[in-house]
């Protein structure tokens, strides 16, 4: 079955085809604008149209993939993220700051500690390439309670470990998928402590969209009211870089 996001990825493929000029035209601005309020448009089409509760399917152990690819980075290589490694993150902490009036600074134990949700979803890459595994972690939504989230947040940024480009990589959800009962912050994977390759020690597990979105080796969590500010201010690395849409909804 295809989806509606699968849908119009491949009609987009499609076009590229035919029109050999879609490259120069990426390149304008004002295309580029053009774009983004389609995405805008699809977003609230799609909010919409579905309950913000509606959950992504869920699988049975036996229907996992014998080999789960790690998208993105499969290595920070930073000399910190090696002695955090090496440490086997004893020393790591993830802040929670921002809009928040509680900034809190959590160790890998006490996120473990905290109420667990474990999942069993599909990856779908927006490389083409999908995968079924099982995820362990804590709901977002009990953390940015913990840190009692301001009333003026409306976005959630992931600042991560790793760079790219020498430009260091972070993702951004709204408040709704960050609610949302299936966005967990994982420590485990398949019945294991996350592996490096997925994102260890720490990663955002946002069913609901592509895996771009789900940012690895996360280091802070901040509240904001806008994503204006922060890097290129289009609330993602690729999405600054006018790869991908900010919202990858599926």
Same mark, same amino acid.
């Given at each position: 079955?295809?989806?509606?996001?699968?849908?119009?990825?491949?009609?987009?493929?499609?076009?590229?085809?035919?029109?050999?000029?879609?490259?120069?035209?990426?390149?304008?601005?004002?295309?580029?604008?053009?774009?983004?309020?389609?995405?805008?448009?699809?977003?609230?089409?799609?909010?919409?149209?579905?309950?913000?509760?509606?959950?992504?399917?869920?699988?049975?152990?036996?229907?996992?993939?014998?080999?789960?690819?790690?998208?993105? +980075?499969?290595?920070?290589?930073?000399?910190?993220?090696?002695? *955090?490694?090496?440490?086997?993150? /004893?020393?790591? @902490? !993830? $802040? &929670?700051?921002?809009?928040?009036?509680?900034?809190?600074?959590?160790?890998?134990?006490?996120?473990?500690?905290?109420?667990?949700?474990?999942?069993?979803?599909?990856?779908?890459?927006?490389?083409?390439?999908?995968?079924?595994?099982?995820?362990?972690?804590?709901?977002?939504?009990?953390?940015?309670?913990?840190?009692?989230?301001?009333?003026?947040?409306?976005?959630?940024?992931?600042?991560?470990?790793?760079?790219?480009?020498?430009?260091?990589?972070?993702?951004?959800?709204?408040?709704?998928?960050?609610?949302?009962?299936? +966005?967990?912050?994982?420590?485990?994977?398949?019945?294991?402590? *996350?592996?490096?390759?997925?994102? /260890?020690?720490? @990663? !955002? $597990? &946002?069913?609901?969209?592509?895996?771009?979105?789900?940012?690895?080796?996360?280091?802070?969590?901040?509240?904001?009211?806008?994503?204006?500010?922060?890097?290129?201010?289009?609330?993602?690395?690729?999405?600054?870089?006018?790869?991908?849409?900010?919202?990858?909804?599926?």
């Amino acid at each position: 079955m295809i989806s509606r996001r699968g849908l119009l990825v491949g009609g987009t493929s499609a076009g590229a085809l035919l029109l050999g000029g879609c490259d120069r035209l990426n390149q304008s601005e004002s295309y580029r604008g053009v774009l983004r309020s389609a995405e805008g448009l699809t977003m609230r089409a799609q909010r919409l149209i579905m309950d913000r509760n509606a959950l992504a399917r869920e699988f049975r152990e036996a229907d996992m993939s014998p080999i789960f690819r790690s998208n993105g +980075t499969a290595d920070p290589g930073t000399p910190l993220y090696q002695q *955090l490694l090496t440490g086997n993150f /004893a020393d790591w @902490r !993830l $802040r &929670v700051d921002g809009l928040v009036a509680r900034p809190l600074s959590l160790s890998l134990q006490q996120l473990r500690s905290m109420p667990l949700r474990t999942q069993i979803t599909r990856h779908d890459c927006v490389e083409g390439w999908s995968a079924i595994g099982k995820w362990h972690g804590v709901p977002l939504g009990l953390v940015l309670d913990a840190a009692a989230l301001s009333t003026r947040a409306r976005y959630i940024v992931f600042h991560c470990m790793d760079q790219l480009a020498g430009r260091p990589y972070y993702e951004s959800i709204d408040l709704i998928d960050a609610f949302h009962p299936q +966005t967990i912050l994982a420590w485990g994977m398949n019945d294991r402590v *996350l592996q490096v390759p997925h994102g /260890a020690p720490l @990663r !955002l $597990r &946002v069913e609901r969209q592509l895996g771009y979105k789900h940012a690895k080796y996360i280091e802070r969590i901040e509240a904001v009211e806008s994503l204006a500010g922060i890097h290129g201010g289009r609330g993602g690395f690729w999405e600054d870089s006018g790869d991908y849409e900010w919202y990858a909804g599926i």
